[in-house]
């Protein structure tokens, strides 16, 4: 996988944590609300993370010419990733 994927998920990431860090110091709101919102984007950058390693773990298995190494490193974050959704 090339490194600038990585570091532009890593970026896009960031950049949704800092608007969103802003978005709770700035807004008023009811303890149930804020737990509403803050149970609301951890699911949505759960999601948003699993998107993003399952593009990349299959654009690396259906690559044929990939590398061995990063063939295993995608079998292993595609079971990582189904593990983790499995578990509940």
Not at 2 to 17: C, K, M, S
Not at 25 to 53: D, E, I, K, N, P
Request: hydrophobic share 50%; net charge positive; charged share 10%.
């Amino acid at each position: 996988m090339h490194p600038w994927l990585i570091g532009l998920f890593a970026v896009a990431a960031l950049a949704g944590l800092t608007i969103y860090s802003n978005e709770i110091r700035t807004a008023t709101y009811t303890g149930a609300a804020v737990q509403s919102r803050q149970l609301a984007f951890s699911f949505l950058v759960r999601c948003l993370v699993t998107v993003g390693v399952l593009v990349a773990s299959l654009y690396l298995i259906l690559h044929r010419n990939s590398d061995a190494e990063y063939q295993k490193w995608a079998y292993g974050a595609l079971g990582t990733v189904v593990g983790y959704w499995l578990r509940g």
